[in-house]
């Protein structure tokens, strides 16, 4: 059974960084697209980014591109999302999620698994 967990969140200032990371505690996504969604208060879940499972397709939500970036370490133990130049509008829950297949898109029903999420604030 895959159990995600997402770490990395916090408080930070519009313009700052911040990494979160996204492992399953129990095994590697060896063959799993991963991607990351964020869910802002009073609003739906939507998505940020995917990376496939051999971490050389990705694809990113129009509004982060070019700002964030996803990618998985050489033994499939951990998928991050690199945020930098973050703005006020970026504040919201975000979830980890993996596919049962090895590529999956921006359609959160494309995932099967997903963890409790991890809040991002930034301060304007």
């Known amino acids: 059974q895959v159990h995600l967990v997402e770490s990395g969140g916090g408080l930070v200032q519009a313009g700052g960084s911040l990494r979160l990371s996204c492992a399953d505690s129990?095994?590697?996504?060896?063959?799993?697209?991963v991607g990351w969604f964020r869910q802002a208060p009073g609003k739906e879940r939507t998505f940020v980014a995917t990376?496939?499972?051999?971490?050389?397709?990705?694809h990113y939500a129009s509004s982060v591109e070019g700002r964030f970036t996803i990618s998985r370490g050489e033994t499939h133990t951990t998928v991050w999302l690199q945020m930098n130049s973050l703005e006020p509008e970026d504040t919201a829950l975000y979830y980890c999620a993996a596919s049962a297949r090895g590529e999956a898109g921006t359609n959160d029903d494309e995932y099967h698994y997903w963890g409790q999420g991890t809040q991002v604030t930034v301060s304007s």
């Open positions: 990376i496939n499972w051999r971490g050389d397709r990705t």
């Open positions: 129990g095994r590697a996504f060896w063959a799993n697209a």
